[in-house]
């Protein structure tokens, strides 16, 4: 634009340097005023005015442009300015909220001193197979004391999967929702035993099964599911889930319930592993 305005300038000075020279070239020899002097001479004085406009006018021009590249490097700065307080932000953000969730498994250390040992990992990658539900995480034999077995939670004490596989640098995850998946479980609110299991069917829903139920048990939807410890497995007390429905099977002999997980698992990005418990004691059902 300023390369435009300069063009501008100078077709007016030209134009003024042309009439200039024609009337200093019209006057006679005697110094007298010819006839396109005096021609001009009377063109000139609107001429003069609508130079002057002009002048103005590019005046104007050039201030606005001034002003506008003026605004626009000051916009590049607070632009800059503002995406620097949003990396602060996002920063604070992330620590605030990694500080929220060692509070939350502090409060679920003092909750379950049997849970003896954690660590902390992040999901890096899922399992691209339809098959299956399982995932990766960046901690392996180099860098934990992870082993084949140990659980995944969340700060909150909620159930997400079991260790299959460890790697040196990494380690690979089951969901409570893969087929291989089982762990005794109960109900909160009657302790009520069972198994919780991974079926292939209800995996796509994003469910996963609450079976072999006593013909005396009593479930209902809303109920929430909980690791036993039975055996030594895994923890006892973890959260699975809640049972969305009570089911009887085909033959109409046995019934089972479906478990909505407690945790979205497509969201999970920071988890933690129980790598040391204290198993519950072996009790009869």
């Known amino acids: 634009m300023k ?23 019209s006057v006679n020899t005697r110094g007298h005023s010819g006839f396109i002097t005096n021609s001009l001479m009377s063109l000139s004085k609107p001429l003069k005015s609508i130079a002057a406009s002009v002048a ?16 626009v490097e000051e916009n590049a700065k607070l632009k800059a300015e503002l995406a620097k307080l949003e990396t602060q932000y996002r920063e604070y953000t992330d620590v605030s909220n990694e500080n929220e ?61 079991v260790v299959t596989e460890v790697l ?17 479980a109960y109900i909160e609110r009657n302790e009520e035993r069972a198994i919780a299991t991974g079926d292939f069917t209800l995996m796509k829903q994003g469910l996963l099964k609450f079976d072999y139920l006593q013909d005396t048990t009593e479930i209902v939807a809303g109920d929430t599911i909980i690791t036993s410890g039975k055996g030594g497995v895994l923890p006892p007390d ?19 319930a479906t478990i909505k997980p407690a945790v979205d698992l497509q969201s999970l990005g ?13 009790e009869d059902e």
């Open 56 to 71: 103005d006018a590019y005046e104007s021009l050039y201030g606005y442009i001034y002003e506008y590249d003026k605004v």
């Open 3 to 25: 390369r435009f305005f300069k063009m501008r300038v100078f077709g007016f000075l030209l134009i003024s340097i042309v009439i200039a020279s024609i009337t200093l070239i």
């Open 270 to 282: 920071d988890v933690y592993l129980i790598t040391s418990f204290d198993p519950a004691g072996e």
């Open 101 to 161: 969730r060692l509070r939350e498994l502090l409060n679920l250390s003092a909750r379950h001193p049997n849970y003896k040992k954690y660590d902390t990992a992040t999901v890096i990658s899922w399992a691209a197979s339809n098959w299956s539900s399982s995932f990766t995480i960046n901690k392996g034999s180099f860098n934990s004391d992870i082993k084949v077995g140990d659980c995944v939670i969340t700060e909150n004490g909620v159930l997400v999967g």
């Open 168 to 184: 040196v640098n990494s380690s690979n995850v089951i969901t409570v929702l893969d087929t291989t998946f089982s762990v005794g």
């Open 238 to 256: 973890l959260v699975i889930g809640t049972v969305q429905e009570v089911l009887t099977y085909d033959t109409g002999i046995r019934r089972y």
